[in-house]
């Protein structure tokens, strides 16, 4: 008979903290993209830089975004491959990085919001060592 681990409530915060950081991040992402391929609507943003973004950059910032969100579904489902979705979306938000900072030493006008982008890499961050804390503690199986 294995012994049941009552989980502290900071694991149910911080989860659905994560949830809900998740959600927003997808929606935004959606939305940017969809804003991006319609000439009619603008923001005040040039969408000429906007719709220059490679593809395998929108692939890549997608799989981050969504891995992200199934990371954090998977660690409110209590799920031990939430630790894998995790490293994959930390690996892809510094792929997303380094494009960013590559474009922009090319003297290529990049538009990025960088302090939204160096939040969302604290939260990924945050997504990582949590699911791996959660992971060593047995809260996830």
């Not at 995790?86 to 960013?100: C, E, K, Q, R």
């Amino acid at each position: 008979m294995t012994a049941k681990i009552k989980l502290p409530v900071t694991f149910w915060m911080i989860a659905v903290l994560l949830l809900f950081w998740s959600i927003a991040d997808a929606a935004v992402f959606l939305i940017d993209l969809l804003e991006s391929r319609n000439p009619d609507v603008s923001r005040g943003v040039d969408l000429g830089t906007m719709t220059r973004r490679p593809l395998w950059y929108l692939c890549v910032l997608g799989l981050a975004i969504f891995s992200g969100l199934t990371c954090a579904a998977l660690l409110l489902m209590r799920k031990k491959v939430a630790v894998v979705f995790a490293y994959v979306t930390f690996f892809a938000i510094l792929i997303d990085i380094s494009f960013g900072l590559y474009s922009r030493s090319q003297g290529v006008k990049v538009v990025y919001n960088w302090d939204l982008l160096y939040t969302i890499l604290f939260f990924d961050l945050v997504l990582v060592i949590f699911s791996v804390v959660s992971l060593k503690k047995g809260w996830i199986k």
